[in-house]
């Protein structure tokens, strides 16, 4: 396994296996190519003793999360407190091959703050564009060539919402010519290809406080496609093409600040976990637009802001108070609870029944996902910057 991190200062490691260069694989949107932090390719190794370094290269503070094309890497900075940028760099070299940037960045307020201030969102990419989300409720279409700007869409200006109070977080998705994100106080549907809003669903109270930095899913549910959506206060099934409502359930949370990723289980159910409140599955019936949903189940062990990773019939979690816990996706039932607190976040991606898990202080941890016990195999600090962006895995690289 060959490990390529793009580190706070952007890095690549590596481990040697031989991959061909046309069957490389991505990660092209938050969260890996379906969006469920799950991979391909060789088993991850039993320990991290042959990582090695490939390239590092300097960027400015983010949260967002790299993705990875088939022959460069997107990434974006905040490299002062009034600018955003956007920059591609070679996946084999990390020489920077265009860079664009414009006016963003904000104060946020509450607890988010200490954290800080930097650009949140992580880009989508068909191949052919990326469409990035700036801190100021605006979505930005660049063409991946040459990092022409294609479109833009300043929501807060043209629907005179609310400017998030955490800056735009939710990252977008693509669905063939279809993007979907939380923008705008709501749901909305964007041409990928013109810019133009198809719809807009869902809208906020403009005074409520909070911010909904979830983000969305589109995806078979119960056998019928279908948006997932947690906004600020109700978990939501949405029709993709009409933005047609089909259900919803309140989903109360602390400040109405929503941030973990809806998880599918088992093709009907959907895992959600809200800040203050509870961790729940609901499961979904459908008949064309006839859409119901029961509470399969609730518990009190509740994530903050990480999304756990699904292996087999377990969710692995960091939790709020800073453990890791396996849960039955079926039940809820906690197997197990580690002893020991592992940080503020982590960002994880699963293979096989191996863990690979990314901290805020640049620790790297590899463990077994076992549902018997916490099996920690071993853990290598990659990086002495923050991490709270998201790592992305491609088969023997990872990127930090």
Same mark, same amino acid.
């Given at each position: 396994m060959r490990v390529r991190a793009i580190l706070a200062p952007v890095a690549l490691f590596g481990i040697p296996v031989c991959v061909a260069a046309d069957d490389r694989p991505t990660w092209p949107q938050w969260r890996g190519p379906t969006r469920d932090c799950v991979t391909v390719g060789a088993p991850f190794p039993d320990k991290l003793d042959s990582l090695k370094q490939v390239w590092r290269a300097e960027l400015g503070p983010s949260y967002s999360g790299p993705i990875v094309l088939a022959d460069r890497v997107i990434v974006t900075e905040s490299p002062d407190a009034k600018t955003e940028a956007v920059r591609a760099l070679d996946r084999d070299t990390g020489k920077e091959l265009w860079k664009v940037h414009w006016a963003g960045g904000q104060d946020v307020i509450g607890e988010a703050k200490p954290r800080g201030e930097a650009i949140r969102a992580t880009p989508a990419s068909d191949g052919g564009c990326v469409f990035v989300g700036g801190m100021h409720d605006l979505l930005v279409c660049l063409d991946v060539a040459d990092g022409k700007e294609r479109w833009r869409i300043d929501f807060v200006n043209e629907y005179k919402s609310r400017q998030p109070d955490m800056g735009m977080a939710s990252s977008p998705l693509i669905d063939g010519d279809a993007l979907y994100t939380l923008a705008a106080g709501g749901i909305v549907r964007v041409n990928a290809r013109t810019g133009k809003v198809d719809w807009r669903t869902l809208t906020d109270d403009p005074k409520l406080e909070g911010g909904a930095t979830s983000s969305v899913l589109v995806a078979p549910v119960a056998g019928r496609k279908m948006v997932v959506a947690l906004n600020r206060k109700t978990l939501t099934l949405l029709d993709p093409e009409s933005g047609k409502i089909l259900w919803k359930q309140a989903m109360p949370a602390y400040r109405n600040t929503t941030t973990v990723t809806p998880v599918l289980l088992d093709g009907a159910g959907i895992f959600v976990s809200m800040i203050g409140g509870r961790t729940m599955r609901f499961d979904v019936t459908a008949d064309g637009d006839k859409v119901s949903a029961r509470r399969t189940w609730d518990s009190s062990q509740v994530t903050y802001m990480s999304t756990p990773v699904r292996v087999g019939d377990y969710l692995y979690a960091h939790l709020q108070n800073q453990r890791i816990a396996c849960l039955e996706a079926k039940t809820g039932r906690v197997k197990w609870t580690s002893d020991q607190p592992f940080g503020e976040y982590w960002s994880m991606a699963a293979r096989g029944d191996r863990i690979l898990a990314l901290d805020q202080k640049g620790e790297l941890? /590899?463990?077994?996902?076992?549902?018997?016990?916490?099996?920690?195999?071993?853990?290598?600090?990659?990086?002495?910057?923050?991490?709270?962006?998201? /790592?992305?895995?491609?088969?023997?690289?990872?990127y930090v």
């Open positions: 941890f /590899l463990l077994t996902a076992n549902p018997k016990k916490f099996d920690l195999l071993d853990q290598r600090k990659v990086g002495e910057a923050e991490t709270w962006a998201h /790592l992305a895995v491609c088969g023997d690289e990872v």
